[in-house]
């Protein structure tokens, strides 16, 4: 038997949607007023979702205070109350869109966890806008 076993976490963080390589107006003309030189933030909401079989021994798929663990460490803990353009060192020359932050989040995400479990990461941006990523 196969189960997905999700957990819910929250940061908030600021950042700038821009290219470095635009011009102050191509950037407004793509990224409207995300693109603000002096940055904005969001209140970001997560879902880290993974999928595995059910062990027989402790009915777990994952100890959810585990994946609690890895969530605070590798999200939370980098990301919470951060610009993420500045002090995230894989924005650097990334732009922090949603998806590049889910895709960011799985990929940190990822390596703690056995090879045999799927993961699925939700990010809200705001209530209305978010990403999944699967790895895929």
């Known amino acids: 038997m196969k ?61 959810i205070k585990i994946l609690k663990e890895i969530i605070k460490a590798e999200v939370e803990d980098t990301f919470d109350h951060k610009n993420l353009n500045v ?12 998806e590049n932050i889910a895709v960011v989040i799985y990929n940190k995400i990822r390596p703690s966890l056995a090879s045999h479990l799927d993961i699925e990461v939700t990010l809200f941006e705001t209530p209305r806008n978010f990403v999944t990523y699967s790895g895929k």
């Open 3 to 63: 189960a997905t076993v999700s957990r819910k976490a929250h940061f908030n963080a600021a950042h700038r949607l821009y290219r470095k390589d635009w011009s102050d107006a191509k950037n407004l003309e793509v990224f409207g007023k995300c693109s603000n030189p002096n940055f904005h933030g969001h209140n970001y909401e997560l879902i880290v979702s993974v999928t595995g079989k059910i062990d027989a021994e402790t009915g777990y798929v994952i100890d």
């Open 87 to 98: 002090e995230v060192q894989e924005f650097a020359d990334l732009n922090p869109t949603t």
